[in-house]
């Protein structure tokens, strides 16, 4: 017989363990740790993954409009070189544009190069041909111009006594014969350099050697200025006819060939600014301190040698000292430039040993004014050979001025970089490549010649 009892039957696993989570708090405790972990860990990969991915489109972004930029300025680019044309790569051609951006005016023809220090003077020969200067290293260059567009120039070097500072220089006779005025610590001297006559078995030219000095010529004061002509007035028999004007009042005219000295004047003007010998040879004219500007006539003898050096005349017009003078290519005129900022055009062909007096012809303001618009004078002066242009300069600056009515027709501002010490016309007009022109030269303390073309006269 079967007994039934009322005992409950044990509960199955599953319940038991069910039970056991709900009813033990650490266990709960536990898993809500994880979650809080887990989501966690997936919001840092999400955000990670954004970061990343506007950190790529960024930069895809940038390196694309960098390409874009890159292709639309390739075909404008100004310094590429067509393959056509390799022989612009050559460093020739590259100096050769070099040079020509050097060239800020276009009447800057071309520079001549070579000297160790401010230029302080320069001359032309009588046929245009050579160009002498003398430079403060102490070296008397002579560079041949046969054309004055060429890449180089040869030049014969002349080193001068030591010590010797070269002030001034002039052709006498021809273009081998140079007289040189060098200042030492002792005074002035003059040195003329002549050429030897070459021999046959001789394969190159000698240097030139010294054919006469003269020593002490204007006591311990230096020499301003050299000028030289060729006498032709009168019964002058053709010969080099030089004025050496020093830095006191004194002026001495000498012989080119032989050094003998000629005769002596004195301004007597407190100091001198330069003198000038008239292209006939026949007229000495200074520029000094004072106003007015004393004129000398050279008298020749019918042998042709010189009788004296008498004072004929006196220009007298300007309110202030006369820094330069120039005189026409027949000699018949002189232009002066003033402190008083005009420049005036003076007629010397006249009776004066039955004292008539020279004529003002035409009065030119200076067009230069400083920064508070004062008026400027002008440094010096160089008329061309035609008697039409005049060049003239103040500083830096170099002006071409109409010689009959004072305009200007072209301005080089900074012609060179620094003072202009010198400008001097060519005599005669030089091939400038396939043509002829009329050249000037300018010298200035930056160690630099430059040559300029005339401009072109406006047609009335």
Not at 249 to 258: F, N, R, Y
Not at 347 to 353: G, L, Q, S, W
Not at 361 to 382: E, M, Q, T, W
Request: hydrophobic share 35%; proline share 5%.
């Amino acid at each position: 017989m079967c007994l039934q009892t009322n005992t409950p039957s044990p509960p199955s696993f599953s319940c038991f363990l069910l039970s056991a989570i709900i009813v033990d708090p650490r266990i709960d405790s536990k898993i809500g740790k994880m979650d809080s972990i887990l989501t966690v860990g997936i919001a840092s990969v999400v955000l990670g993954a954004l970061i990343a991915v506007v950190f790529f489109s960024s930069y895809l972004r940038k390196r694309t409009s960098e390409v874009d930029s890159m292709a639309k300025a390739e075909p404008q680019d100004p310094i590429r070189i067509p393959k056509s044309n390799p022989k612009k790569s050559h460093p020739k051609s590259h100096a050769t544009d070099k040079n020509q951006n050097k060239r800020h005016h276009p009447l800057d023809l071309n520079t001549l190069k070579g000297h160790g220090d401010s230029v302080d003077a320069l001359c032309f020969s009588s046929d245009g041909k050579s160009l002498a200067t003398a430079c403060g290293d102490g070296v008397i260059r002579v560079f041949k111009l046969d054309d004055a567009s060429s890449k180089s120039f040869k030049f014969l070097r002349i080193n001068l006594p030591a010590g010797g500072h070269p002030s001034a220089v002039s052709f006498a006779d021809d273009a081998s014969s140079i007289v040189v005025a060098c200042h030492t610590m002792s005074g002035s001297s003059l040195y003329m350099y002549g050429e030897e006559k070459q021999k046959e078995q001789q394969s190159k030219l000698p240097l030139p050697s010294i054919k006469w000095e003269r020593h002490h010529i204007h006591d311990k004061r230096s020499v301003l200025t050299l000028s030289g002509a060729t006498a032709t007035y009168g019964t002058a028999d053709g010969s080099a006819v030089i004025a050496s004007c020093s830095e006191g009042t004194d002026i001495i005219l000498w012989h080119g060939k032989t050094g003998r000295n000629l005769g002596h004047v004195d301004t007597n003007q407190l100091k001198n600014h330069m003198a000038a010998v008239s292209p006939n040879g026949r007229f000495l004219a200074a520029a000094a301190f004072t106003a007015d500007v004393k004129v000398w006539e050279i008298v020749y003898l019918k042998d042709g040698s010189v009788k004296e050096v008498s004072r004929v005349m006196q220009l007298k017009g300007h309110k202030s000292a006369v820094t330069w003078l120039c005189f026409s290519p027949n000699s018949d005129k002189i232009i002066t430039a003033s402190k008083d900022g005009s420049i005036r055009l003076w007629n010397i062909n006249v009776r004066y040993h039955m004292d008539e007096d020279p004529k003002t012809l035409k009065v030119f303001p200076i067009p230069l004014c400083d920064a508070g618009g004062n008026p400027l004078h002008y440094d010096r002066l160089s008329l061309c050979p035609e008697g039409k242009i005049l060049a003239a300069s103040h500083g830096s600056t170099l002006q071409w001025l109409c010689a009959e009515t004072g305009s200007v027709l072209d301005t080089a501002e900074k012609a060179h970089e620094g003072d202009i010490t010198c400008i001097s016309w060519a005599p005669k007009a030089m091939t400038v490549g396939e043509r002829k022109a009329q050249v000037l030269a300018t010298a200035g303390v930056d160690k630099k010649v430059k040559l300029w073309e005339a401009p072109k006269l406006q047609s009335v």
